[in-house]
């Protein structure tokens, strides 16, 4: 799958793309900018294809020989919030995984989702449940099915109400006894924890037919952004985007 690729020189052109096999890898395609039998149309971000490449002494980068495409996602293509949505999966993907680190759960995580958003799945849902699932898979799935400072589930007076805190920096929730008012910590509740825990352990193909409330999808959207930044250390160029569109 094609994470990114963009101009290099006056005929080529540089791209990342996530393999089941190597994990990500970055390579050149050679006169991409000028075959209109090899490569045309075909190195687009977000893209399924078939690729055939060879490692080179001389380079860190693969040398791409051709590329087939298997599946544009055309309908994503033709909506530019959905199309943003699936740049940004695969942004995600790109910043979160180092060259030749094998994870094929994540190569099979990006074509799952990519497919939900091409069959029209609500976005919101979608994209939170990816997040989910590449935090899970990159063993980065922050702690929250009980407070990760003194190990206590989220239940009774612990719960603060019904509502806890999370904190990016202890990397999970925290229970209203040990939140000590931060209010650096995102207000989260007790429910919205425990389906972020319950969707990790799901499927991703059953993922898709889930409907959670808006009050779920904006307190993941606040927890799963601010912990993604912290993981990263900026914002996504993609998530800047698509606040600014919607």
């Known amino acids: 799958v094609i994470l990114n690729s963009f101009d290099y020189g006056e005929s080529d052109r540089i791209l990342a793309f996530y393999t089941e096999a190597h994990g990500k890898l ?31 002494e001389k380079s860190e980068l693969v040398r791409v020989e051709s590329v087939t495409l298997v599946d544009g996602f055309q309908n994503v293509r033709g909506d530019i919030e959905r199309l943003s949505e699936a740049c940004y999966i695969v942004e995600l993907v790109a910043e979160m995984t180092r060259e030749g680190m094998r994870v094929p759960a994540v190569y099979g995580l990006i074509l799952s989702f990519l497919n939900m958003l091409n069959n029209g799945a609500c976005a919101g849902v979608v994209l ?8 899970s898979a990159l063993g980065l799935m922050p702690h929250l099915e009980a407070c990760v400072a003194c190990r206590k589930d989220f239940g009774g007076d612990n719960a603060g109400g019904g509502r806890v805190s999370f904190s990016s920096d202890k990397g999970g ?12 910590n995102i207000r989260i509740s007790a429910g ?48 800047v985007f698509l606040d600014k569109l919607r």
């Open 192 to 239: 919205s924890a425990r389906f972020l825990c319950a969707a990790e352990r799901m499927d991703a193909d059953k993922l898709g037919r889930l409907r959670p409330s808006g009050l779920f999808i904006k307190e993941a959207g606040d927890v799963l952004d601010d912990f993604i930044r912290h993981q990263i250390g900026k914002e996504l160029k993609t998530k």
């Open 173 to 184: 929730a925290v229970c209203r006894q040990c939140d000590g008012g931060v209010l650096a």
């Open 128 to 135: 939170r449940f990816f997040e989910i699932k590449l935090l």
């Open 26 to 56: 970055k390579g050149i395609a050679k006169g991409a900018r000028r075959s209109r039998k090899r490569f045309v149309g075909n190195l687009e971000p977000a893209s399924h294809i078939t690729l055939g490449f060879f490692y080179t």
